[in-house]
Every structure is written in C-alpha cells, then in structure tokens.
C-alpha cells in the first residue's frame, strides 16, 4: 500500500509549497476588467452615434428642409419716388463717326422728391445742360448708342452731371423719352 500513500489522491497533506497562494501581478488582474469597460462604452458610444443620426434624418426628412423659403422676399423695399426735370427737351448732334449719324435725344433728370434746390440748380443751368447733352452724345459713336448700351450711358451721364454740372443738385435717374440714331447717308 504504499503506491496509494504516494499518490496522494484526497489532497489531503499538501506539501509547503502549495501551501502558498500564487500572487498575480495588479496590471494582469486589472486586464480583463479594463477591456470590458472600453468595449462597454465604445458599444454605448456606437449605440448613441446611430441612434442620433438616425433621430436627425427622421426630423429632416431626409435632407430637406422643415420651412418652405419664399423665392421672392415680402421685405423688399419700395422703390423711391423722385421728381423730374423735363425742361430740356429735344437735342440734336452729330456722332464722332467718320460718316457722321444724326442723334436726337429728350432726357428726362430725376432727383430727389421735394428737393427744391435742385430743381432750382436745374433751371437756373438749364443752357449748361442742354451744352452737355450736346457735346456728351458728340463724342460718342453710334456702336456707343446702341439699345444694350443705354443702361451704361445712364450711368455715365448721371456720374458727369453729378460731379461737373451741378454743385448741389444730385440727379439719381436719367431716362430717355427718345433717342434715335438715323444714318447720315
């Protein structure tokens, strides 16, 4: 009998050294755990990322819009009124061309409403006026005169007559109530 008290089958008489509990080390117990916890909140993190996303597009339909925005804005401001200076009436030129095109040409000066100054600048430099017409539609060709070319005209006249005619006055508008090029053949 001897073989069986050498075995040792009921763990009865241990020897000293298992006896001992095995220490582990703090980080290899503290692994496991760790790990658990990131992959806890990554998933939480994964969850709340798709559940807003998904929130987000049910609330937008998708991509469009809640609100209709209006093409054309009910805030759009009034045009201004302004009074007129039709004084002037027709002048008649000669274009800069090598063959010269007859203009005649009515301008009708808008400036501010009630501004009685320059309605009296106006008529008081009425000759003026009527000379730089004249001598503005003289040095222009008749490809300067054509239809597309009226906004830039207006444009120009305003800007001469507002920083050579008048000291005061202040023309906002210029419109041509006629402005015929004919053809000096």
Known sequence: ???????????????????????????AALLPNLLKLVAIGLGALIFIVTVSVITFNIMNH???????IPSTSP???????YSFFTLIGIVRT???????????????????????AAATEMTNRLYELRDFIRSFFRSKTADDLRPENEERLKREIIE???????????VR???FNQLDVISGN
């Open 1 to 27: 009998m001897s073989d069986v008290s050498d075995l040792d089958l009921d763990g009865g008489d241990s020897s000293e050294l298992d006896s001992k509990p095995k220490k582990s080390s703090g980080l």
């Open 94 to 116: 000669q274009t800069r061309d090598p063959v010269p095109f007859m203009v005649s040409v009515d301008i009708v000066l808008g400036y501010d409403l009630n501004d009685n």
């Open 75 to 81: 805030f759009v401001g009034a045009r201004p009124q």
């Open 173 to 175: 508008m210029v419109t």
């Open 160 to 170: 001469h007559l507002n920083q050579r005619v008048f000291s005061s006055a202040r």
């Open 62 to 68: 998708r991509g469009t819009a809640q609100t209709a």
